[in-house]
């Protein structure tokens, strides 16, 4: 399997352009597919609803919309700054992540 993207869902990244820059957040949603992720608090858009079955009241809704997984990087916390990653092949046969800059494995063996 070609490994294009090493992120993954639940990682720590860091925006690294747009109006978000800088923020260290989460990914929510990774979608490979579309080379697009879900990040916690950034690309938040609000819209205004009508009441609904699901909202009885109505009001504001506060979305995370998925934007290109190239604007963010891994947040490596030693490093505390956005990183590259790299794949190593551990004794034991498991592929594990690790941080390009100090060389920390991410990934639990
Ligand atoms: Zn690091």
Known sequence: MPIKYKLRKNDPVVVISGKNKK???K???????K???V???VNVVKRH???NQTNPDGGIIEKN???SISNVMYHC???NTGVRLGIKV???GKKVRYCKKCSEVIDKA
């Open 23 to 25: 923020t260290v957040s």
């Open 27 to 33: 990914i929510l949603e990774l979608d490979k597919e």
């Open 35 to 37: 080379g697009q992720v």
């Open 39 to 41: 990040v916690e608090n």
């Open 49 to 51: 609803t009508r009441p």
């Open 65 to 67: 919309m998925p934007f």
């Open 77 to 79: 916390p030693k490093c």
């Open 90 to 92: 551990l004794d034991n």
